[in-house]
């Protein structure tokens, strides 16, 4: 195994050879500070028709990248949401043109905390300005514009993707035909704040991390990094799901070691889930991008509440919750249905039901599938007219 | 059970309404009266429906659908957000049929209601001469597996919506393809020939 030094200088390499916009336009953040220059990493699958009606724009999650399908050439490993997208899948890269940008504070290629800061020639560690969902979703606003798309057909994401994709359509209440926000919430409640803050406490704790500065060193915080990232994979699985998949089953051993390795099958997958995130993550970024779902609530934003947010709302939307998910649950989803039903949005609203919790929008779920790819489908059949007529 | 339900009785319904309204379709199964509408009179339509599956029925049809119960959901959309809110044939099956029928009138600036009419001749007769619960095409379950909870009369509305001081504007009788307009001079008859009975109230 390379050295973590080895490996972030074999992915900065990596990263110079990915699909970026370089944003001139200066972006004014939510905490006061602007940045401009800015590069915006992201990808593109399928093609964009002549009629420009073909466009679905995907808002990624925490830990995702703009990498959605196929192999992501920096980890070499699947794109993170390679069962929805691809061709003949529910979003068919044979018909449709799919972006996804990295966002910013991110760090797949677009401006984030080990950015070498213009003032200081140095990283920016801790020096990075805080972002807002609101922020990451501007910021990709010039993306659209340098690719030419005035509408787009469908904008969809899970989880942060989705309060991504909420913060898109109150921004821009225009800019798309339809919406699939699945499994997010319009605010964070206090258990996911307490769960954000239990990561970054982790990562802060490693006494690697030293304030940020640990990207100084090119090193990575990594024990921290990785507790970090266990909290997480807790928080995508259900109780039920997790007790199916894992029980009380030991990890290639007849009976307890008497020790503290991972004895039982839980430990080892989540120290698993821990030790491979290290080697495709920022430790800094977990502490932007968790702040910054903290930050969101779009409530706050518009002075009358969440029917305020998406007043006179064109777009056609359809939320998508999963029953088991206890992070973003069925009940934080309706609350947008019925805040949407009261502003007179065209909205839809399906429950999935499955034991595999938050998760469930990463997998093989058929349920889940069909609906969005019906729902699509049917969206740009209607789209096409509209732009005829 | 949508599917068993008489064509006729979307087509009364769709009579009845206005062209260019907001109408929501409670229990709008696989959307086949909500498609109806929106061809043919530009209606600008919503449901809110139980099952899965019909809830995947109507987004491939690109019918906007809301999962959901309405003895316990109606909640969510505001006072007289819609035109006319249609309930077809399920008012017996919830629990509180009274609540739920209040929530539609609050919901709709008019609502139109169907029953399966348990004043039909074939069902009267059934109980009153064989002593068993009535089967028929309209009512095709037996006593231990039927939805139903709160059967009642083409009479019996008309009394409840007397009682509470809902305004009727209209009932129709439907029997097979015949529609019959029922008004007080002719309940009597009418309760005991009508398999369903329409009421458009507010």
Known sequence: MPSLAGLFFWMNIKLENIKKLNVTKPLKLDCGKTIKDFPLAYETYGKLNDNKDNAILVFHALTGDQFVTGTNPITNKEGWWITAVGPGKAIDTNKYFVICANVIGGCMGSLGPRDINPETKKPYGL???????????????????????????????????????????????????????????????????????????????????????????????????????????ISYLSEKGMQEKFGRKLQEKADYEFSFNADFQVESYLRHQGYAFVERFDANSVLYITRAMDYFDLSKQFKGGLVEAFKNQKTKFLIISFSSDWLYTTKDNKDIVIALNASGADVSYSEIITEKGHDSFLLEEPEFLKTLKGFIDSMYEKFKNEKRI | MKNLKMKKEFKVIADLLPNNTRVLDIGCGDGSLMHLLKIEK??????????????????????????????????????????????????????????????????????????????????????????????????????????????????????????????????????????????????????LFSKVGIFLIS
């Open chain 2, 42 to 191: 530009n209606i600008e339509v919503r449901g809110l429906e139980l099952s899965q599956d019909n809830v995947q029925e109507c987004i491939y049809k690109g019918l906007p659908v809301i999962q959901g119960n309405a003895e316990t959901e109606l909640h969510q959309f505001p006072d007289k957000s819609f035109d006319y809110v249609v309930l077809s044939q399920t008012l017996q099956a919830f629990y509180e049929p009274e609540k739920v029928l209040k929530n539609l009138l609050r919901v709709g600036k008019s609502v139109i209601i169907s029953i399966p009419n348990f004043g039909y001749w074939k069902v009267r007769t059934k109980l009153l001469l064989f002593g068993e619960m009535p089967v028929t095409k309209t009512l095709p379950n037996t006593w231990y597996n039927t939805p139903n909870l709160h059967m009642c009369t083409i009479k019996d509305l008309f009394n409840f919506c007397d009682e509470k001081n809902i305004i009727i504007k209209k009932v129709v009788g439907v029997n097979e393809n015949k529609t019959s307009l029922i008004k007080k001079s002719n309940l009597e008859i009418k309760n």
């Open chain 1, 127 to 233: 020096d990075f300005p805080v972002i807002t969902i609101k922020d990451m979703v501007r910021a990709q606003e010039s993306l659209l514009e340098h690719l030419g798309i005035k509408k787009l057909l469908c904008a969809t994401g899970g989880s942060m993707g989705g309060m991504q994709l909420l913060q898109f359509c109150a921004t821009f209440p225009d800019k798309a035909f339809s919406a699939v926000p699945i499994a997010c919430s319009s605010s964070h409640s206090a258990q996911n704040i307490a769960l954000n803050e239990l990561a970054r406490q982790a990562i802060m704790a490693d006494p690697v991390w030293e304030n940020g500065k640990y990207v100084l060193k090119n090193v990575q915080p990594k024990n921290g990094l990785a507790v970090a990232r266990m909290v997480g994979h």
